[in-house]
């Protein structure tokens, strides 16, 4: 069982910065890939930034050069350090991880998702 918390959202002023923090708990061994995705109202959930145990990130076009993705594996942590923030990046920003776990002899796929954390970038 993995468990995420998120926190690190606010409102911000255009071209101001937040980190984001998504703290895993439980069975976190298990974890491959973290990842953040928003949610903007009237939109569907995507994918902004993804980082796995080996460091290898992919980013969403939209945010490449402002956002980075970073992971502390010691501390079960993901974060997003969002820079030069717009008005459309307002959302409601959602921490995912997904991996492995061993049952019954079998690799099992997993993903879990946090709560949100509201990001409000107003003028």
């Known amino acids: 069982q993995v468990r995420l918390v998120e926190s690190g959202g606010g409102l911000v002023q255009p071209g101001g910065s937040l980190r984001l923090s998504c703290a895993a708990s439980?069975?976190?061994?298990?974890?491959?890939?973290m990842g953040w995705y928003h949610q903007a109202p009237g939109k569907q959930r995507e994918l902004v930034a993804g980082i796995v145990r080996g460091g290898s990130t992919n980013y969403a076009d939209s945010v490449k050069g402002r956002f980075t993705i970073s992971r502390d594996n010691a501390q079960n942590t993901v974060y997003l350090q969002m820079n030069s923030l717009k008005p459309e990046n307002t959302a409601v920003y959602f921490c995912?991880?997904?991996?492995?776990?061993?049952?019954?002899?079998?690799?099992?796929?997993?993903?879990?998702w946090g709560q949100g954390t509201q990001v409000t970038v107003s003028s």
């Open positions: 995912n991880v997904a991996g492995k776990y061993y049952s019954g002899g079998y690799a099992r796929d997993f993903q879990a």
């Open positions: 439980g069975t976190t061994s298990s974890i491959n890939a």
